[in-house]
């Protein structure tokens, strides 16, 4: 059991890292080197800086969206969701009381914890952006 867990968080890690960092590596360190598909892509005068900054840049906006999201907008849209689906469950058992749930009723209803590598992996990846790209992109670390 431990050393599946173990194998499944090291593929997982290093298909993250490819999957994160690969396109950033290639645009800051080996586009002006390496032929793509035969072509030249290099950057105007060799300065692939301003192509990372944006990359960057579009990166933490679009992550920080995301996130704004997934913590505010989903939550309210399930409860609006459970709320309706209680309602409409209520006008058919016309007459009877509304259910009310015990404190320990709602705690079981809680999803499970899904571990520590779920939350401490996009902290990880940040601070590798932070690490390797803060010379693009100095705002990134706030």
């Known amino acids: 059991e431990t050393q599946h867990e173990d194998a499944l968080i090291v593929r997982s890690c290093l298909f993250n890292v490819v999957n994160k960092y690969f396109c950033l590596i290639l645009v800051a360190f080996l586009i002006n080197h390496v032929p793509i ?9 060799w300065q692939c800086m301003p192509v990372v900054h944006t990359m960057l840049m579009v990166h933490f906006i679009a992550t920080a969206m995301m ?9 309210y849209l399930k409860k609006v969701y459970t709320d309706f689906k209680m309602n409409a469950s209520l006008k058919k058992a016309a007459g009877q009381g509304a259910p009310v749930k015990t404190p320990m009723e709602e705690a079981l209803e809680t999803p499970p914890f899904s571990g520590v590598f779920d939350q401490y992996s996009p902290y990880v990846f ?4 932070i690490a390797c790209f803060t010379v693009a992109f100095p705002m990134g670390a706030l």
């Open 67 to 75: 996130q704004l999201a997934e913590a505010n907008l989903l939550p």
């Open 37 to 45: 598909m035969g072509e030249d892509l290099s950057c105007p005068d």
């Open 126 to 129: 940040q601070f590798g952006y």
